[in-house]
Nanobody, 117 residues
Framework: QVQLVESGGGLVQAGASLRLSCAASGRTFSNYAMGWFRQAPGKSREFVADIDRTGGIISYADSVKGRFTISRDNAKNTVYLQMNSLKLADTAVYYC??????????WGQGTQVTVSS
């Protein structure tokens, strides 16, 4: 089992920045690829970004490319999502997830990000 706990969400104005953190415990963090997903009200959950076990392979959804940065610190068992130039459309509950193989098996409880005009 891997336990994931997100933090760092909040209410910000459009154009502001936030950094989300996801702390992992329970298993060897460096064995897991990690991803960030989000779910806006009335919408299905969508992919935001992911990072492989060493941080060498990273991908982003087109909607956040150039504004969000995913990173990880395996020594701290933590994955981050730096979010800059936030837009109203970024309002959602953000979840981190861990993948041991080809599917995300572990999910956090989510952290709310609300962007206001």
């Amino acid at each position: 089992q891997v336990q994931l706990v997100e933090s760092g969400g909040g209410l910000v104005q459009a154009g502001a920045s936030l950094r989300l953190s996801c702390a992992a415990s329970g298993r060897t963090f460096s064995n897991y690829a990690m991803g960030w997903f989000r779910q806006a009200p009335g919408k299905s959950r969508e992919f935001v970004a992911d990072i492989d076990r060493t941080g060498g392979i990273i991908s982003y959804a087109d909607s956040v490319k150039g504004r969000f940065t995913i990173s990880r610190d395996n020594a701290k068992n933590t994955v981050y999502l730096q979010m800059n130039s936030l837009k109203l459309a970024d309002t959602a509950v953000y979840y981190c997830a861990g993948a041991r193989t080809h599917s995300y098996d572990y999910w956090g409880q989510g952290t709310q990000v609300t962007v206001s005009s």
